[in-house]
Nanobody, 126 residues
Framework: QVQLVESGGGLVQSGGSLRLSCAAS????????MGWFRQAPGKEREFVAA????????VYADSVKGRFTISRDNTNAVVYLQMSSLKREDTAVYYC???????????????????WGQGTQVTVSS
């Protein structure tokens, strides 16, 4: 059974930074695609960033490009989301997800992700 556990969320002022972590266990993740999604109150879940565990290809939503960085620690099977220059509109529950394959290489398609964490709240205040 695959388990994904997020941590690192919290309250931060606008312009500040946070680093989210996603600890993965239960499988060998070398062939997985790891993604971060977020869901704000009253809104649909949206893609934030993704990367292939092997090769390190990264993809970002336009709204976070240049501010967020996804990375991994192979030894400890942890995926990070470093968030900088945070804005109020970044407030959401952030979810880590893992996919074994993607349809049409669409990293943003949430339905292609097989495993999800429980989410961690990020709140950005003005």
């Amino acid at each position: 059974q695959v388990q994904l556990v997020e941590s690192g969320g919290g309250l931060v002022q606008s312009g500040g930074s946070l680093r989210l972590s996603c600890a993965a266990s239960g499988r060998t993740f070398s062939r997985y695609i790891m993604g971060w999604f977020r869901q704000a109150p009253g809104k649909e879940r949206e893609f934030v960033a993704a990367m292939r565990w092997i090769g390190g290809i990264t993809v970002y939503a336009d709204s976070v490009k240049g501010r967020f960085t996804i990375s991994r620690d192979n030894t400890n099977a942890v995926v990070y989301l470093q968030m900088s220059s945070l804005k109020r509109e970044d407030t959401a529950v952030y979810y880590c997800a893992a996919a074994t394959k993607l349809l049409n290489s669409d990293y943003a398609r949430s339905s292609d992700y097989d495993y999800w964490g429980q989410g961690t709240q990020v709140t950005v205040s003005s």
